[in-house]
């Protein structure tokens, strides 16, 4: 098959995975990574990963399917950084979905679910890693079932939206505890919208790091 891969950030942590499930297929299907819909010019599956853009009905209509994968247990959440939300909200699981893309925004027929649990010790990046490899699961199951799958339409109701997330809302409040900050301070990207905060007059960026047992 014929398959692209669409995401906006050529500088996401996401990139490097989708980079090695391209390799680890390329020998039974045509695999591309493209960072713009005007490159989707036409296959079997077009995969939105990552993809702030709004890919119009007649690109989707050059592909067979064009699928989004959504770190959300849709119909709820659905909108922007879905799991950096939920975790916010104390939840120790994500659920990450595969969905038909449609007009409107995450609200196509579910192919498939997979579930990821944390324990509340994870940092970004593996938060990342858990969210990134249910995707590859599910791209997966995108190409061993296509021809059999029966997508299942949404509820029309119990939608709830996520807004998208600013650097400002990895800002810290000095007057809080760690242990109130916790959760800001570790699902906050290290690279791209560090935990920052402002102390007598000047800006402080914060970056944690996890020891692993054995080490000091």
């Not at 989708?18 to 599956?45: F, K, P």
């Not at 119990?158 to 109130?180: M, N, Q």
């Amino acid at each position: 098959m014929k398959i692209d891969i669409l995401m906006s950030d050529p500088g996401h942590p996401v990139v490097e995975y989708m980079t090695r499930w391209q390799s680890a297929n390329a020998s039974d299907h045509e695999v591309n990574i493209i960072y713009s819909s005007a490159d989707a010019l036409g296959g079997d599956i077009l995969f939105l990963v990552s993809c702030n853009e709004i890919v119009s009905k007649s690109t989707r209509d050059n592909y067979r399917h064009t699928l989004v994968l959504h770190a959300s247990d849709l119909p709820r959440g659905k909108g922007w950084s879905p799991h950096i939300w939920q975790i916010l909200e104390g939840q120790d699981h994500v659920t990450v979905s595969l969905l038909d893309a449609e007009d409107e925004v995450d609200a196509g027929a579910i192919w498939h679910k997979c579930k990821v649990t944390f324990d509340g010790s994870e940092l970004a990046d593996e938060i990342n890693a858990g969210i990134f490899a249910a995707e590859l699961q599910l791209m997966d199951f995108a190409l061993r079932n296509i021809a059999t799958v029966k997508p299942v339409p949404q509820p029309t109701t119990g939608s709830t939206y996520y807004a998208r997330r600013k650097p400002e809302d990895s800002r810290l409040d000095v007057h809080k505890t760690i242990a109130e900050q916790f959760d800001a301070m570790r699902v906050a990207d290290p690279k791209r919208y560090p935990c920052f905060f402002e102390f007598r007059g000047a800006r402080y960026v914060l970056h944690i790091e996890k020891i692993k047992e054995g080490e000091s």
